[in-house]
């Protein structure tokens, strides 16, 4: 399968996955058309795909012979104001976010995002994040990451362009932005940050969304997570680059043999 087509139905999946509760919503609406038609209508004995088709009639404004009698004119009224308040929020902003997500990335970003499940969120790519990023896509590169950073142009900077990778340019710290991650479908969560205190907050504020996602924390000051009680739950894991950099250069050094 071609890159293009490989797109197609990406994009396909998601703009789906927006609207279905709207294309779910306009079918009932027609299928109640159909029935009040039965009920009240001026064709008693019509079928009912004929009645059905009278509905969607009625919802796009197209004429349908009511018979004067109150209730299928009333109707005649009432549906095309409900398909446009239900594909008009839905279906048709959609595919206006769509048709615009070269110019305004950022809502169709969060559009593919809530496509997103099992996916992995990194927030403060500084240093430490950009290597780990790298290391992931270069390990796992079919698995959506997103990323959680202020700084814009993260995206160049990383030198990576695959559709799996979305930055979300904003605060970690910020509820609303960890929940466009789509964090309560995440299963994984690295935060990188260079403040222990910020990585921590941010640790509370996840288990708030997803108590069960797994966590790694980086902390400066490794002495701090035995103090916590976050350090008691099985799915948090904090880990001190100092100290395992340290770790490994003291087994090179002692490991060398004198020549």
């Known amino acids: 399968m071609t890159h293009m087509a ?109 496509s997103f499940s099992d996916h992995i969120v990194v927030c403060g790519v500084g240093e430490m994040g950009r290597q780990l990023v790298r290391r992931l896509v270069n390990e796992q590169s079919q698995r959506p990451i997103v990323l959680i950073d202020p700084r814009p142009g993260l995206m160049a900077e990383l030198g990576l362009k695959s559709e799996n990778i979305i930055h979300l340019q904003s605060d970690m710290a910020d509820v609303e932005t960890l929940a466009n991650a ?16 910020l990585n921590l907050e941010v640790t509370y504020k996840v288990q708030q969304l997803n108590p069960q996602v797994t966590v790694w924390v980086r902390l400066h000051n490794s002495g701090l ?27 090179h050094i002692l490991g060398q043999k004198p020549t």
């Open 225 to 251: 997570a035995d103090l916590l009680d976050l350090s008691r739950k099985p799915n948090i894991h904090f880990f001190c680059p100092y100290q395992q950099a340290a770790d490994v250069i003291i087994e």
């Open 182 to 197: 789509n964090i309560c479908t995440a299963s994984l969560i690295i935060l990188t940050a260079g403040e222990d205190a």
């Open 6 to 114: 490989k797109r197609f139905w990406r994009d396909s999946f998601i703009i789906l996955s927006a609207i279905w509760v709207n294309l779910a919503l306009f079918g009932l609406l027609l299928i109640l058309g159909a029935v009040i038609l039965k009920l009240f209508g001026s064709k008693p004995g019509a079928g009912w795909p004929q009645l059905f088709l009278d509905a969607f009639y009625m919802a796009r404004l197209e004429g349908v012979d009511t018979g004067g009698k109150l209730i299928p004119v009333l109707l005649a009224f009432l549906m095309p104001v409900a398909a446009v308040l239900i594909l008009g929020e839905g279906v048709l902003r959609v595919f206006s976010i769509y048709m615009q997500r070269r110019v305004n990335r950022r809502e169709w970003d969060l559009m593919v995002i809530k």
